[in-house]
């Protein structure tokens, strides 16, 4: 066994996955994993610079996961950063920040690396699944981005486009810097649009329509999953493996597209920081679902902090 601690730092979410992981059985024994919404994309979209206040937030998380690192004894650190790290014009003040904190440069890697992480922490113990078909289409629906990866074993083709959670939200539900309570009609066939768009260009690389199998990872989808399933609480062992069918996933977009700040934040499983962004994730969701013709999504809590993880025990 080697432990190791992985970061995963995103437009939205900060997350630590501190773990055993043993290379020859393919098991990964998760010791301490959380998250932090921190919105480190916030305005970036907009301004091409991370603001004060979002890096704040996130060296503030950073301090946090450095002493549970430290009491963990984790061998070694990997620290990845992704969409809202690859947009900004003052990245190195980010970098120079986490160097100082945890005493590792944030990797700003490309789409097509995360892609790979994530496949690779989604699928490495679907494989093998008799009740699965592959290939399987591995989506990751983010804050800044989502990645889509196919692969039957491994990874074939991979694309990263910029839709993702909090830029839709940003883009197209902001008016005079509040955030629609709900969207319009004419915000949401914006979003639709800008969403269609990206997936023709995802699938200029990715032949997302040969997928057997749909593995959706990352907030949105959980969530989603978490309504679907009635959690009074967030039950992470409920949520993983759990199904979706598309109609389910029609039906809550439609019902958080429809409902007030108030209303989705009186839901039972939603996390404060999703409140506002869960909406047009959803959507994203739902549009990636019906461009696939997947009748169901196969929701994964392994996504990739596990690839990360995975990369560095080996």
């Known amino acids: 066994m080697k432990r190791v601690a992985a970061i995963d730092c995103g437009t939205n979410s900060i997350r630590l996955l501190v773990a055993d992981a043993d290379p020859e059985t393919g098991e990964l024994k998760d010791l301490d994993r959380r998250m932090q919404i921190v919105r480190l994309g916030q305005g970036v979209d907009r301004t091409g610079r991370l603001a004060p206040e979002a890096l704040e937030r996130t060296f503030a998380a950073c301090r946090e996961y450095a002493a549970v690192i430290k009491g963990l004894g984790a061998e070694q650190v990997r620290f990845v950063a992704t969409s809202a790290s690859r947009d900004a014009e003052n990245r190195e003040d980010f970098v120079r920040g986490v160097v100082g904190i945890l005493g590792v440069e944030p990797e700003v890697i490309t789409g097509d690396q995360e892609a790979e992480f994530s496949y690779n922490g989604a699928t490495k113990e679907l494989t093998g699944r008799t009740d699965l078909a592959q290939p399987f289409l591995v989506v990751d629906i983010g804050g800044g981005s989502t990645e889509f990866v196919l692969g039957d074993g491994s990874v074939r083709a991979a694309r990263s486009v910029d839709v993702g959670c909090v830029r839709m939200t940003e883009r197209h539900l902001v008016h005079e810097g ?80 429809s409902s007030t700040h108030a209303e989705r934040a009186a839901i039972p499983v939603m996390h404060p920081g999703r409140v506002d962004v869960i909406a047009a994730g959803a959507l994203v969701l739902l549009s990636i679902m019906e461009r696939t013709g997947a009748e169901e999504v196969v929701v994964s809590e392994h996504d990739i902090l596990d690839g990360i993880a995975w990369s560095i025990a080996g």
């Open 178 to 257: 509040e955030i629609s309570d709900p969207p319009t009609a004419g915000q949401i066939s914006a979003i639709k649009a800008d969403v269609a768009a990206a997936l023709d260009r995802a699938e200029e690389t990715v032949p997302l329509r040969e997928a057997a199998t749909l593995v959706g990872l990352a907030g949105s989808v959980t969530t989603v999953a978490a309504i679907a399933l009635g959690l009074e609480s967030y039950d992470s062992e409920a949520i993983h493996h759990s199904r979706l069918s598309l109609a389910q996933v029609r039906e809550i977009t439609g019902r958080l597209l």
